[in-house]
């Protein structure tokens, strides 16, 4: 079907987000939650744009409304732009440290905070792209804790988790660079738990740790596996398996 | 009248309500029951649960109820047992000390129902509250209870009854008044099985308490309600979300739902028809955020109690990605009526676009504070004034909020307005889940809107950016304001903040979280010019924008005050004029509850 965003025709599939239409075709939607492995959050807001469908206009989250008709999409009007550059600045004077939000204070033009309480010091921003990352791999170790203005992602209690694998992809995933990640000589500390690092067979070099290989092993039912390879080696690995298979298909000719 | 025969009839109602149980009605249900069995006469006792002042009048209670001749007495206490007995039921006297004092007539009436209270009020939802004892099957049945359930199980098709709940224009009464026929409808063309039904009984709004009464005083008229739109919709499991600080809500409930199953209401083959339902209760954590329909089928599921996008209808996905038809006490206890009496019946009640009666708690600054049921279109002015029966005391209206904490304060000006969903909506307020809060000339409109965002501040899920930061900085304005740190610019900035949060939150809290401010800053802009450039609270409420003095011409110098003052801040000789000195003052009010006179006055104004 045909959707027409800021006056030009696209071609969008039934049930298709907004953002991944526009991204597809280069019209530029800010987000700050939206990761495209974890689509449809709807949590930033920043993603916000006016749609006119059946002749009724309303303003929605373009990350998470799924195109069911040939619908009208406005993604800059100066509405749009006003609020988003309301919830830039409200982000701002609560995480001032965070780099990415700066950014984006320079970008919508908004002068340094007077009038609010600039009080937390902390680059979180809550998007919830590290909480629902942990809920996908299967594991939700952490979650958000507290309601409102005291919300927070933690681990239960704030102890270390008892079901934390050590993965990462909580950190990997967060836009804002706020969850820390340590490693040195064989440890890896990330949620106040410390991790044992396994290394590549291969190349030796520490990548995994050992909660996470069990993980995997028991997820994905490779009991009887032992290999232990990191992503560059197993991508080598493949490489040169293509390359033995290709060889044997075209011989190469002297 | 046969006088054997009225003899048989009589029965005895003690309202048996949160607040008339903890005015001790319990011991006089015990002590006239006692009373009447040892006189062996053939009176009925029962214990009539009667939330808490649904008739308005639980401050008066306990509550005493003589049938047939309704005669109406209030601030029953034990002590009135042998008298209420001796004169009122064997002898059909009326004991005129307990009777019911009605304001608007100035005089005291007979029975309630012919109070001013009482007449303009139209019970449907309300209909069974404090007639019956909620943990007897049988009196629901004798007045008509499952005969709803048995006609469309007997006589109609899923189909028949969503159309007559279509025609019949009920909207639902939890706050959105999204059309209930139409919710049933997309939920029933939903080829996907199991579905699910949804009764939302987690009232979270301050001050209101439609529902609870409903739960507590007539819990099968809504258990009725959730079979005939389970049978409609095609559902064989429902759930019943209660707010855990109802507990005698919880408790009438469970109890309905055992009897209702022992009488083969619920469970397998109802009435050998070949439906099948079952019900379970589910108790709410206590986060106003999970009244929420979406946050509430997370609740249930065990998650967060977060709410989600609704691009998707929870008719479509909702309780376990199943679909889902969740409507509120309120709407499921008018279902049963709307079967019995018909779409046509029911429809000519109310205003064009709402259909009905509605339930409000009417609280605050009135005379008679209590629950309500009027059809919809009434006037405000007639709520307030005929069945409130105006502002208590001296003060002078000034302002009514509706629809919880995100509903808005509309004016005197607006008094004549018609209640019903649309126009609440139009002047920036709404309908909510029925909350009306009546407040006088003594109120501050600044601290009413920062009372709400504190409200909201906490009850906000902090989910989406808008609603978690936007209420937090709106509210950080409002301390200033009323702690006299306003901006000129902060009025402009608090509808800004406004803007963003009301169209870009994700869920219905955060989009009419800024209604309080938007509202107040319509109708009451001067009093934010007033603490703003002035520094003065016109009413004088915002401690640090007032001060206390005493009138030297009311004064006669008991020097009560002095007494008082817990800063020693007042001085003055007996016999003479009192000073206060504006410096020790903390403005705790003592002095001006303590004198008699009324010689201690509050400027709404900082000192010069």
């Known amino acids: ?254 | 009248m046969n006088i054997f025969k009225r003899k048989v009839k009589k029965t005895v109602l003690v309202c048996c309500g949160t607040g008339c149980l903890a005015n001790n009605s319990f011991e006089i249900y015990k002590g006239l029951k006692k009373k009447i069995e040892d006189l062996a006469v053939n009176v009925k006792v029962r214990p009539v649960v009667k939330a808490t002042g649904c008739n308005g009048l639980c401050e008066k209670g306990p509550i005493v109820t003589i049938l047939p001749d309704d005669v109406f007495y209030c601030g029953v206490k034990v002590t009135d047992v042998d008298e209420i007995v001796e004169n009122t039921v064997l002898n059909n006297k009326v004991i005129e000390r307990l009777l019911y004092f009605d304001s608007a007539k100035g005089k005291k009436v007979r029975s309630h129902k012919q109070s001013e209270f009482y007449r303009k009020q139209l019970k449907i939802a309300l209909r069974n509250i404090g007639q019956i004892d909620p943990g007897n099957i049988d009196d629901y049945i004798e007045r008509g209870g499952y005969s709803a359930l048995r006609k469309v199980l007997f006589k109609m098709s899923p189909k028949g009854v969503i159309s007559e709940v279509e025609r019949s224009g009920l909207r639902g009464r939890g706050g959105a008044g999204f059309p209930a026929g139409l919710k049933w409808r997309q939920c029933a063309e939903m080829d996907n099985f199991p579905k699910y039904v949804v009764c939302n009984g987690d009232e979270g709004d301050p001050g209101a308490f439609m529902d609870r009464s409903i739960m507590e005083g007539d819990p099968h008229s809504i258990l009725e309600g959730i079979l005939i739109g389970a049978y409609a919709v095609g559902s064989e499991k429902g759930f019943i979300y209660i707010r855990d600080e109802y507990s005698l809500a919880i408790k009438n409930m469970t109890k309905a739902i055992e009897k209702a199953a022992e009488r083969g209401f619920l469970g397998q083959n109802i009435m050998g028809k070949g439906f099948s339902f079952d019900i379970e209760i589910v108790r709410g954590g206590g986060a106003f955020v999970c009244g929420e329909s979406t946050a509430l089928m997370a609740s249930i599921e065990g998650r967060v109690g977060e709410p989600r996008i609704k691009y998707i209808h929870s008719t479509e996905k909702g309780l376990w990605g199943q679909p889902t038809v969740l409507n509120n006490v309120e709407t499921w206890a008018n279902i049963p009526v709307i079967i019995n009496k018909g779409a046509g019946w029911f429809s000519r009640i109310g205003s064009k676009g709402s259909r009905g009666t509605k339930v409000f708690s009417l609280v605050g600054k009135v005379r008679n504070t209590g629950l309500i049921e009027v059809p919809m279109g009434i006037t405000l002015r007639e709520i307030i004034f005929d069945i409130g029966g105006g502002i208590i005391g001296s003060g002078k209206f000034k302002a009514v909020q509706t629809g919880g904490p995100s509903g808005g304060c509309i004016p005197e000006s607006l008094l004549g307005l018609g209640v019903d969903f649309d126009s609440l909506n139009e002047v920036g307020a709404m309908m909510g889940s029925g909350g009306m809060i009546v407040m006088d000339e003594n109120t501050c409109m600044v601290e009413v809107a920062r009372y709400y965002l504190k409200f909201l501040s906490e009850e906000s899920c902090g989910k989406c950016i808008p609603c978690r930061e936007g209420i937090k900085r709106m509210l950080e304005i409002l301390e200033d304001m009323c702690t006299g740190k306003g901006r000129e610019e902060d009025i402009e900035l608090l509808l800004e903040i406004s803007e963003t949060v009301k169209e870009a939150s994700l869920c219905g809290l955060g989009k009419t979280a800024p209604n309080p401010v938007i509202t107040t800053i319509k109708y009451f802009r001067d009093e934010y010019l007033a603490h703003i450039k002035d520094r003065r609270c016109p009413a004088g409420i915002c401690r640090e924008l007032t001060v206390y003095y005493i009138d030297r011409d009311v004064c006669r110098g008991c020097g009560l005050c002095r007494k008082g003052c817990p800063t020693e801040a007042i001085s003055g000789e007996i016999g003479s004029r009192f000073t206060i000195d504006t410096s020790k003052c903390i403005k705790c009010g003592s002095c001006k509850e303590i004198c008699r006179l009324n010689a201690v006055k509050v400027l709404g104004g900082a000192a010069e």
């Open chain 1, 1 to 254: 079907m045909k959707v027409m965003i800021d006056g030009k025709k696209y071609d969008a599939e039934y049930g298709e987000y907004i953002l991944n239409v526009a991204r597809r075709n280069a019209v530029n939607i800010p987000a700050l939650c939206h990761s495209d492995a974890l689509p449809g959050q709807g949590n930033c807001r920043m993603c916000i744009v006016e749609i006119v469908d059946k002749g009724r206009k309303s303003i929605v989250a373009s990350c998470a409304y799924p195109i069911t008709g040939e619908i009208e999409i406005v993604t800059n009007s100066e509405r749009i732009y006003r609020i988003r550059k309301t919830i830039v600045r409200l982000l701002s004077a609560s995480a001032p440290d965070n780099e990415y939000i700066n950014r984006l204070r320079k970008e919508y033009d908004i002068p340094p905070e007077t009038r609010f309480k600039v009080d937390r010091d902390g680059k979180c921003i809550l998007c919830g792209l590290c909480v629902r990352a942990c809920d996908e791999i299967g594991v939700s170790a952490i979650s958000t804790v507290n309601r409102g203005t005291t919300k927070r992602v933690s681990t239960p209690f704030d102890e270390p988790s008892t079901v934390c694998i050590g993965c990462g992809a909580c950190a990997y995933i967060c836009p804002t660079g706020t969850i820390e990640v340590n490693e040195d000589e064989g440890r890896r500390v990330i949620w106040n738990k410390t991790f044992e690092l396994l290394k590549c067979s291969e190349c030796g070099e520490y990548f995994i740790t050992r909660e996470q290989y069990e993980y995997i092993k028991k997820r994905y039912d490779l009991a009887d596996t032992n290999e232990l390879l990191c992503d560059k080696c197993k991508k080598k690995g493949i490489g040169d398996k293509l390359t033995n298979v290709l060889h044997n298909v075209i011989p190469v000719q002297k």
